[in-house]
């Protein structure tokens, strides 16, 4: 049995840089960072991220649901709807019971959770919310896009912590190719920008402290890297079979061509230091779409900023792709969306595969020494990319990693 091809014909976004997908691709390219001082984490050992910014949430998802919905949620039914039109499918004609909605997330409404215990605490269980739990459980980004568009396929929440949104990606193609669905919308979403999780990623040690100017902070594979920084956001896709999609007449952005998926099995937080498992996802993701390593023309990169995971990640990039292709790591400008950051990732990675333009990695002159890759820095190279991968590697080991071509 022949797999069938599968098309990407949506793609949705909400960043620290834009409230869409255009304007993040605007704000991605341009190379700067937007990490501020966040009012809500004063007095925390962080108290600066890269923010969802400019837009009224409750407004855009419309007052009488945005009540029962985290910010994490919010996100990721603003991202869906720009999918859905991009992609030119209407869920008032659709058959609800051939589509799917696969959403990861890492912690999902954390910060719900904690701020309805904070509430508890203080001013008694009449004064938490008839919603507490719809604000905290992580299915709910998939939930609410099927109840707003009245997807009745399967609903599903990958949680891989940053890797969430490339697993998520994969579920959604194994359902569409196993014929459980016509049409998948898929991707992840996250906020944890609250203090409990802020103080946590402090206290791991993952993360930069505040010196100097804070859009310089997030450094990917530079000598002085530092430490992560934290951002938001969310990214959502349309994905159907390719035949499908050409039946109707719907222009592909790219075509899923691949994954691949490990576990370190090594530590909680720090990777394994030689990249060897994560380097076979990487592998896995080749062979799944039929590619040699040399067939590969741009990596985006997982790009963390801190110096375990960027020394792993650089090397299992100089092993496998000897041939240097050019290397871009978005969380220099957006910061790490944590759950949310590899449906982004993959999203930028298809704009550059439609439009020849790879961004920079923000804050970079070269990389650090030792580090065998070609990163692009400073401008944006443009580059007719028809082959690229996009890495996420996550907590707990979790690594995954999708082939997109161009169509």
Not at 269 to 276: E, F, L, N
Request: with cysteine.
């Amino acid at each position: 049995m022949t797999t069938p091809a599968i098309a990407v014909t949506g793609l949705g976004m909400i960043t620290p840089v834009g409230n869409d997908t255009e304007s993040t691709w605007d704000g991605v390219c341009a190379g700067v960072s937007p990490a501020r001082t966040v009012p809500a984490l004063a007095g925390c050992a962080i108290d600066f991220a890269c923010t969802v910014d400019g837009i009224d949430l409750d407004a855009a998802i419309g007052r009488r649901t945005a009540y029962r919905m985290g910010r994490y949620a919010k996100f990721a039914v603003l991202a869906a709807r720009e999918a859905v039109a991009d992609a030119g499918v209407d869920p008032e004609g659709w058959d609800g019971s051939r589509v799917a909605v696969v959403v990861g997330t890492s912690s999902g409404g954390s910060a719900g959770l904690t701020d309805q215990a904070l509430v508890l605490e203080r001013r008694g269980p009449e004064a938490t919310s008839p919603s507490g739990i719809l604000l905290t459980i992580p299915n709910m980004p998939a939930a609410e896009i099927a109840i707003e568009m009245g997807a009745t396929g399967p609903s599903l929440a990958p949680c891989t912590a940053c890797s969430s949104g490339i697993t998520a990606l994969s579920v959604a193609r194994d359902l569409l190719v196993t014929g459980q669905c016509d049409l998948a919308i898929a991707g992840a979403t996250e906020s944890t920008l609250f203090p409990i999780a802020m103080t946590g990623f402090a206290r791991s040690g993952a993360a930069a402290r505040a010196d100097g100017d804070l859009s310089r902070l997030s450094r990917p594979f530079s000598a002085d890297r530092a430490g992560l920084v934290m951002g938001e956001g969310a990214a959502v896709m349309v994905l159907e079979r390719a035949a499908d999609a050409e039946a109707r007449g719907a222009e592909p952005r790219a075509l899923l061509a691949g994954t691949g998926a490990t576990t370190d099995a090594h530590h909680p937080t720090s990777p394994h230091p030689d990249g060897r498992v994560a380097q076979a996802a990487v592998e896995a993701a080749l062979r799944d779409a039929g590619w040699h390593a040399a067939d590969v023309e741009h990596i985006n990169a997982h790009g963390t900023a801190t110096p375990r995971n960027d020394a792993a990640e650089a090397a299992l990039i100089g092993r496998v792709f000897p041939h240097r292709p050019p290397v871009t790591a978005p969380k220099g400008v957006l910061g790490h969306c944590m759950g949310a950051a590899g449906a982004i990732e993959a999203g930028l990675t298809i704009l550059t595969l439609q439009r020849g333009i790879i961004p920079p990695v923000a804050n970079l002159d070269a990389p650090a020494p030792g580090f065998d890759i070609d990163c692009v820095t400073k401008q944006p190279l443009a580059l007719p990319v028809r082959r690229a991968v996009s890495h996420s590697f996550g907590f707990g080991g979790h690594n995954a990693v999708v082939a997109l071509l161009r169509p």
